[in-house]
């Protein structure tokens, strides 16, 4: 068979007054426009477990584009996509089956409302892809695709996972690859549409095949910059530490998202720093503890270390490798007061990286049907504003407009030419100061 494996990419937004921002301002987005630039690993890992005996082609639809321009010469297209972009994948999806071609649709979004992609589709893969890819081949081989492979529940083990296939890629188009060596994470927040959704419980990849897929990596692009794909990545500290001391010396950077507590292990940050570490993304979610509460499932983890946010962040900074703040606006407690307490916050930590994002109510996940049990769902079924940066839902301790007015006079304060430049400029004073 001919397979087209399509990856929705690019950046989503629907306020046009905030992309209207995101243009003019320096660092605005910066981190969303970096994963929506990044290839699709789910489908590259697809790619490079399907046999040899099929051609496989990967592609990367930014847009919608008109039913002329598509490829046509395949016998099976899997398209994977979030909630954001799903509108224009089920138009892909529409094109493709009035040309006789068979459509499988996966990712979160799929996962959590098959049935409603079903209506655009042949087949949907929910969950984990791997799981029932071997399956989806066989039965569109034969010619008999049944409407639904895949569960919630995949047991599906990261031992067997394949290398992704990134030789399909250009790799003059990308300033950084991707490489996961986990899936889950502990906290549970209620918000996560990654691992609420598509795993159940948390999986680690072995060191040496996490080495094979960088080994790869490295034949085909001689100095990478790797993004690390996990959820929360340091959970196994020890394996990190494994993982970390046989990638010293590759003259390679990496970045990943983690939790605060790699603040606490001097050995595990002596050897981010001397394995290419450039940058860590925290969820710090909030700049005081009170909208911290509720915010994961079994436990109150973040607002427990709350107390520990500031010093965390300098001894991370102190080790030479940045940290990109991540906060969300809107969560419940959360008052007007909130953008000026968190430009405070920045500005005290002296943060070398911030991201600010609007809380979303992504379906499928418990902060979703928390909303809809609450009727705080502004437009039901209009997953397009699942972007991060539009409002989707009613907040609880502000106006809608007090909080979009906020967002967007924040995002001035903290991405003007002058306070991202004091930034950058204090991160390096201070490590001159160390050193």
């Keep these: 068979m001919r397979i087209g494996l399509i990856a929705m990419s690019g950046i989503r937004a629907c306020d046009e007054e905030l992309l209207q921002l995101g243009l003019t301002l320096p660092g605005f987005v910066e981190r969303s426009k970096t994963i929506a630039s990044l290839p699709s690993l789910g489908l590259l890992t697809l790619a490079g477990m399907t046999p040899a005996c099929h051609e496989v082609d ?40 009035k040309c006789g071609i068979p459509v499988v649709m996966g990712g979160p979004h799929v996962t959590v409302l098959p049935d409603e992609a079903l209506a655009h589709c042949d087949a949907v893969a929910i969950g984990e892809g791997e799981a029932c890819w071997p399956e989806i081949l066989t039965d569109a081989e034969n010619h008999r695709l049944k409407s639904t492979y895949g569960s919630r529940n995949s047991d599906y ?80 500290k020890d394996y990190w530490k494994e993982l970390l001391g046989r990638l010293q010396n590759r003259h390679m950077r990496w970045f990943t998202e983690t939790d605060l507590t790699v603040a606490q292990d001097s050995e595990l940050l002596h050897l981010m720093r001397r394995s290419g570490c450039a940058q860590v993304l925290i969820g710090l979610e909030n ?26 962040i300098r001894e991370i900074q102190s080790h030479g490798i940045t940290v990109n703040g991540c906060f969300i606006l809107g969560l419940d407690g959360q008052t007007p007061d909130i953008f000026d307490c968190l430009y405070d916050f920045v500005l005290e930590t002296e943060l070398y990286e911030v991201q600010i994002t609007l809380l979303t109510a992504f379906p499928g996940t418990p902060l979703y049907e928390k909303f809809k049990a609450e009727d705080r769902i502004l437009q039901p079924n209009q997953w397009q504003k699942c972007t991060l940066f539009d409002i989707n ?32 400029n204090q991160f390096k004073k201070n490590l001159r100061h160390q050193n």
Aim: charged fraction near 25%; aromatic fraction near 12%; glycine fraction near 2%.
């Design 58 to 97: 990967y592609i990367e639809m930014p847009e919608v584009v008109p039913a002329e321009e598509l490829p046509l010469d395949y016998d099976l297209i899997g398209i994977s996509t979030y909630s954001a972009q799903i509108f224009e994948a089920y138009q892909l999806a529409d094109m493709y089956r």
């Design 157 to 236: 083990r990261l031992d067997n996972a394949p290398t992704p296939a990134f030789d399909k890629l250009d790799m003059n188009h990308y300033n950084r690859l991707t490489v996961q060596t986990s899936r889950g994470c502990p906290h549970q927040c209620s918000f996560c549409a990654s691992s609420t959704v598509l795993s159940n419980r948390y999986k680690q990849k072995p060191v040496d095949k996490v080495l094979t897929e960088i080994e790869r990596i490295f034949e085909l692009w001689s100095h990478p910059f790797i993004e690390f794909a996990d959820d929360n990545s340091f959970v196994n």
């Design 287 to 312: 700049p005081g503890p009170q909208a911290l509460d509720g915010v994961e499932l079994r436990s109150n983890w973040k607002q427990r270390m709350w107390p520990h946010y500031k010093d965390a």
């Design 393 to 424: 839902f009613q907040p609880r301790d502000m106006t809608v407009d007090e909080l979009s007015q906020g967002f967007k006079k924040l995002a001035m304060k903290l991405y003007s030419d002058e306070f991202t430049q004091w930034r950058r």
